[in-house]
């Protein structure tokens, strides 16, 4: 039988279960790495189950997300990364060697195999030809435990492409804005995306992590382009030629559905606030006043990008109203571009440099002025991620990025009347790993260093037969784990101190939610109410386990974003569909809310009754768990399982 990529390497990592859309399966996982922000509580959730080394081939703790220093915490807890990576045998990347995913990129990544990742771009990775997919922190712990991977098949959907990128004013970035616009940030979920056809040898390997980074806007499990002639100069670019596989789909293979996307089609393309998918062309916007550039980010921040601005900025001064800010993806391309002068011509035109880190992608600096227009070639624009609320973010291409820094204004790349340099990849890449430090062999004297603010992880008791609690909060569609649990360097800092992290939920959408749900945990708790495609975003558990903490019980939504269904799962949460859509418009904030016999129901046909106390009315819902996730629900989540 004809096999498509995703097919041959989960045939090659599976346990148990069968191939097939739908079907539960285990899969055995080669490399699983985490960032500051969720690993700190990660490893917190490895060092509570138990074991005394991780137990996955590859295990990588990055420092990349919070590196704004401005008081004791962030320090401590790279501290605790770093000797919590020494005794569970894991690499530790220090601040300063990059963000997470250009490193594993770069070092790391491999064609054929399977990686988890505690952050939502971990599909990154994809662009090197293997399965890399974003989990919560608690799941990678325990598959760093020992255990597999376990997830229901996800249809696999072929991108098509076909013909060549009008270089050099197209990127890749306006490929998969493109396909934002097409399908929206809906149209990728329970999906994985296969990447193929004559277009594809088109696409170096970092421009194709471009795309498969932002797939994770699509909602998609993953994405993933075949591993070919381009994989294998990459791969030799950084000494690691012996990782090469090829690997790509047998003729006639299946798809559940296949979309054909004409790279020369494709023009300069532009996300408007404050969603990925709000795409346009940019000349439709010319003109558009621009206060703030941000050029770098997980998304596009590789040599071949930085150079590439570089060749626009070179002799030239940005506009005098505006600030431009440059963060380089790795050391590895700071230290090739500032020994090839590139950076000297960025400073030379006004450019800011920032830390090699995701700074303002994340909010860690980088705010925007009140009302200010800022351009990003970042992958996200959801309300005050930037740390300015009433800021309007833009997501485009870093060579739109440079043109309209340049500018002062929004301008179509192609009628700008600069020459853009066509920059190939190196033939070798400088490989310095000075600030990656190996697993260590002996661990049994290694002390795992804690500072103050980290807490320990907060546990959730079994299932209870009924839940009686009040809807403290009623959202509408699409909200995010942004939403849910803020970014930003005020917030940040408390990742590893959930009741002090827990006053934040919510805190963009009701600043009284925290106090609330403070107060209704003494009268049986809280329930949220939600529409389509809640918890869309982040991979950050945190906006599962800081709601847990403040006693959330349950959340009744239309739909469900994947790795926050699964976030919540995993903290005891129990996940609830409308039946029927329509009875969403039957439920206030403030209702008191009753569903009985759970125990029951939930071993059964997972059909809920919910009495509407403050109408007096009720309506239906269901849960769609697998035997796993079931087992883990009844016992207060994994954390209380594996203890167990």
């Known amino acids: 039988m004809a096999k498509n990529i995703v097919q041959k390497i989960f045939e090659a990592h599976k346990v148990s279960g069968e191939i097939s859309t739908g079907s539960r399966i285990a899969l055995n996982v080669d490399q699983v790495y985490t960032q500051d922000a969720t690993g700190t509580m990660a490893w917190l959730e490895f060092e509570a189950i138990g074991i005394d080394r991780v137990k996955v081939p590859l295990a990588v703790s990055y420092v990349d997300h919070n590196m704004l220093q401005s008081n004791f915490m962030n320090g401590d807890d790279h501290a605790f990364l770093q000797t919590a990576a020494a005794k569970f045998g894991a690499y530790f990347s220090k601040p300063g060697n990059g963000i997470c995913h250009q490193v594993h990129l770069e ?11 505690t952050d939502s771009h971990t ?45 050099p004013w197209v990127t890749a970035m306006d490929v998969i804005l493109t396909l934002l616009k097409m399908l929206t940030v809906k149209g990728g979920v329970g999906n994985i995306i296969e990447y193929g056809g004559p277009g594809v040898k088109d696409l170096n390997v970092t ?25 294998l100069k990459f791969l030799k670019a950084e000494g690691r030629e012996k990782d090469w596989v090829e690997l790509k789909a047998d003729k006639g293979a299946v798809y559940s559905e296949t979309i054909v996307l004409d790279l020369g089609s494709i023009e300069p393309m532009i ?54 800010l440059i963060n380089p993806g790795s050391k590895q391309v700071y230290e090739m571009l500032s020994r090839e002068g590139i950076v000297a011509e960025m400073i030379s035109s006004g450019a800011r440099i920032m830390e090699i880190s995701c700074g303002a992608c994340i909010g860690m600096g980088g705010a925007p002025g009140t009302g200010h227009v800022s351009v ?33 204004e929004m301008a179509d790349p192609r009628e700008a009347g600069f020459e853009i340099a066509k920059v190939k990849e190196p033939k070798s890449f400088t490989v310095n790993d000075n600030l990656l430090v190996a697993p260590k062999v002996e661990t049994g004297g290694m002390t795992i260093l804690k500072g103050p603010n980290i807490k320990e992880v907060p546990v959730k008791g079994p299932l209870k037969d009924s839940i009686e609690a009040e809807v403290l909060l009623k959202t509408g569609n699409n909200i995010t784990t942004d939403d849910i649990m803020p970014a930003g360097s005020k917030v940040l800092p408390f990742r590893s101190n959930i009741p002090a992290i827990s006053d934040f939920v919510f805190e963009n959408i009701d600043k009284t939610f925290s106090s609330r749900a403070h107060e209704a945990k003494t009268k049986g708790g809280a329930i949220i109410v ?74 059964e046909n997972q059909e809920y009754k919910v009495e509407n106390l403050t109408k007096g009315s009720s309506f ?20 209380s399982a594996s203890k167990a």
């Open 123 to 167: 599909p990154t990775g994809g662009g090197m030809g293997m399965i890399a997919i974003g989990v919560g922190g608690l799941e990678a712990a325990s598959v760093m435990a020992g255990a597999p991977f376990e997830i229901n098949m996800p249809k696999v959907v072929q991108v098509k492409l076909t013909g060549k990128l009008n270089r």
């Open 271 to 324: 996300a408007q606030p404050h969603s990925p998918d709000n795409v346009v062309a940019v000349r439709e916007l010319t003109g558009k006043k621009v206060d703030q550039v941000c050029i770098g980010s997980c998304t596009n921040s590789s040599y071949h990008a930085m150079k590439t601005v570089a060749s626009i900025l070179k002799g030239r001064t940005i506009a005098e109203h505006l600030n431009l």
């Open 107 to 117: 070092r790391f990544a491999a064609p054929g195999r399977i990686a988890l990742g």
């Open 530 to 603: 939600g529409g389509e495609n809640y918890g869309q975003g982040s991979s950050r558990e945190h906006a599962a386990l800081a709601p847990m903490y403040l006693g959330l019980q349950t959340v009744i939504v239309k739909s469900f974003a994947r790795i926050h269904r699964a976030n919540l799962v995993n903290f005891g949460i129990l996940p609830l569909l409308f039946k029927a859509a329509e009875d969403y418009d039957k439920v206030e904030q403030g209702d008191r809310l009753l569903i009985s016999g759970l125990l029951g129901a939930i071993k």
């Open 620 to 639: 239906c819902v269901v849960s769609d768990l697998n035997d796993r996730e079931r087992d883990l629900v009844l016992k207060g989540g994994l954390l």
């Open 207 to 231: 421009e194709r992590a471009t795309i498969t980074n932002m797939g994770a806007e699509l909602g998609a499990t993953t994405s993933i382009f075949p591993s070919d002639s381009n994989t």
């Open 376 to 408: 990003r070639s970042y992958n996200r624009n959801f309300y005050g991620r930037s740390g300015t609320k009433d800021a309007s973010v833009y997501l485009a291409s870093p060579i739109s990025c440079a043109v309209f820094a340049l500018k002062g």
